[in-house]
């Protein structure tokens, strides 16, 4: 069975950074893309970041690029969400998915079957 379990989450002043890590278990990652999607009060859950296992196909959205990067340890099974210069606006609760489409762009909630528990990240302005 699947698992992915987040941390990193955390509360921090506005322009600080965070790092957030999804472990992963149960699975033959190396056909999945892992893609990291928040969630703030009373908003949809919106995508952030992906990337394929193999460490390619990275594709960030608009209001992340440039501040956030994404990374993946095949070795640990774990993939990370670097996250700088973070603004009141990226204040939400952060969740780890996997999805099974080779697609080029997976920034739908439907093309990722696995899901995290999420974890929290709070920016104080």
């Known amino acids: 069975q699947v698992q992915l379990v987040e941390s990193g989450g955390g509360l921090v002043q506005a322009g600080a950074s965070l790092r957030l890590s999804c472990v992963a278990s149960g699975g033959t990652f190396s056909m999945y893309t892992m893609g990291w999607f928040r969630q703030a009060p009373g908003k949809e859950r919106e995508f952030v970041a992906h990337i394929r296992w193999t460490g390619d196909n990275t594709y960030y959205a608009d209001s992340v690029q440039g501040r956030f990067t994404i990374s993946s340890d095949n070795a640990k099974n774990t993939v990370y969400l670097q996250m700088n210069s973070l603004k009141p606006e990226d204040m939400a609760v952060y969740y780890c998915?996997?999805?099974?489409?080779?697609?080029?762009?997976?920034?739908?909630?439907?093309?990722?079957?696995?899901w995290g528990q999420g974890t929290q990240v709070t920016v104080s302005s």
């Open positions: 998915a996997a999805g099974s489409s080779w697609a080029p762009v997976l920034i739908h909630k439907y093309q990722y079957h696995y």
